[in-house]
Every structure is written in structure tokens, then in C-alpha cells.
């Protein structure tokens, strides 16, 4: 059915499927939340420091 070289390529398309099948797992299920996620807390940490250094200015 394959030759040898036929069976290396088609072991490697394999490999190469898989290991992009889980990167992509990996990706969307924790870098992107953690990414996400750590620049919204940053953003509401900015805007409570403006806010903060607001009310002190005003006071």
C-alpha cells in the first residue's frame, strides 16, 4: 500500500496535524483567557489609580 518514504511523510503530516490540533487547545482555552483576563484587572487597576489620584488632587 505505501512505500517506506510514503509512510515517513504521512507519519509527519500526522505529528504535525496533532501537535497543531493541541496547540490550538492550548491557545484558546488558557493563553488567550489568561491574556484577556490579566488586561482587563490591569485596565481596572489604571482606572482606580486615576480615579484615586483624582480625588486626592481635588481634595
Same mark, same amino acid.
Do not use: C, H
Given at each position: ?9 504521512? =507519519?509527519?503530516? =500526522? ?6 490540533? @493541541?496547540?490550538?487547545?492550548? =491557545? ?6 489568561? @491574556? ?24
Amino acid at each position: 500500500m505505501f512505500e517506506f518514504d510514503q509512510y515517513l511523510g504521512f =507519519l509527519a503530516f =500526522l505529528t504535525i496535524l496533532t501537535i497543531g490540533f @493541541w496547540l490550538m487547545i492550548f =491557545l484558546l482555552t488558557f493563553v488567550i483567557p489568561y @491574556w484577556v483576563f490579566g488586561s482587563a484587572m490591569e485596565r481596572l487597576k489604571e482606572i482606580r489609580e486615576e480615579k484615586k489620584a483624582e480625588r486626592e488632587a481635588n481634595s
